[in-house]
């Protein structure tokens, strides 16, 4: 039984039930946010499966002297098989698999009263042993 999506569910239901204060929330350095969204297939990816979904908790570090931040995230993406068939992808097999990926993005950020809400799209490339698998998630999230 893969336990990932329960996990991700159970951290976003914590981060959503912290109470939190806004003044507190100006000063503090430290921020935990939930983000969801689609998740887009490109290129062979792209062929094999149709769009599926993107959920990602988020640790962010913003020193209140230095104008850049460091932000940590665990995303989990899955996507559903195009025709409902089981796909063979070389490097990747079939089934699920979790295999070591980078991405770069971009986003924006949209203050509101005691919490900030962000839109962003990444560019996601998963290494497999015979080549890559590539998908773009789309995410509107939470910083608390």
């Known amino acids: 039984m893969n336990r990932l999506p329960f996990a991700v569910a159970l951290a976003g239901i914590a981060l959503v039930s912290l109470p939190f204060d806004a003044s507190a929330q100006a000063s503090n350095p430290i921020r935990f946010g939930i983000a969801a969204g689609a998740a887009v297939p490109v290129s062979d990816l792209g062929d094999a499966y149709d769009l599926g979904f993107n959920g990602t908790v988020t640790i962010g570090l913003q020193p209140s002297m230095i104008p850049l931040g460091i932000r940590i995230d665990g995303a989990y993406n899955q996507f559903a098989a195009k025709d409902n068939f089981e796909i063979n992808i070389p490097g990747f097999g079939s089934g699920s698999a979790n295999k070591f990926g980078w991405n770069i993005g971009g ?13 962003e799209a990444r560019y996601n490339q998963v290494q497999g042993e015979d080549g890559s698998l590539k998908f773009i998630p789309i995410t509107f999230g939470v910083m608390f």
Request: zero cysteines; charged letters at 15%.
């Open 107 to 119: 986003g924006i950020k949209l203050p509101l009263s005691g919490f900030d809400t962000f839109l």
